[in-house]
Nanobody
Framework: QAQLVESGGGSVQFGGSLRLSCAAS????????IAWFRQAPGKEREEVIS????????YYPDSVKGRFTISRNEAENTFYLRMNSLKPEDTAVYYC?????????????????????WGKGTLVTVSS
């Protein structure tokens, strides 16, 4: 049974940094497209905030571009989201997700429905 477990969330002040981790078990991430989503308080839908297909292709929306970086450690079967220059509007529950052999375009088109495996989420709170 595949499982993704996030860690690293917490409270930070404006301008601070956090690194989220997503540890995978039951699935080898080498062949998977990985992504981070977030759901802000009061919003119904998750926002895609980073995607990596393992071939060097990554995606970030303008809201986080230049501040967030997705990466993976295949030896540890873990992927990460480094978040710098955090803003109060980054406050959300962050979810990691994975799907085998998908494209960035497909995930952007289908969002949550494109992903196979999900973590349970970790809360990030940024205070001003």
């Amino acid at each position: 049974q595949a499982q993704l477990v996030e860690s690293g969330g917490g409270s930070v002040q404006f301008g601070g940094s956090l690194r989220l981790s997503c540890a995978a078990s039951g699935v080898t991430l080498d062949y998977y497209t990985i992504a981070w989503f977030r759901q802000a308080p009061g919003k119904e839908r998750e926002e895609v905030i980073s995607i990596s297909n393992g071939d060097g292709n990554t995606y970030y929306p303008d809201s986080v571009k230049g501040r967030f970086t997705i990466s993976r450690n295949e030896a540890e079967n873990t992927f990460y989201l480094r978040m710098n220059s955090l803003k109060p509007e980054d406050t959300a529950v962050y979810y990691c997700a994975a799907v085998q052999a998908s494209t960035v375009a497909h995930i952007l088109m289908h969002g949550r429905e494109a992903m196979t495996y999900w973590g349970k989420g970790t809360l990030v709170t940024v205070s001003s």
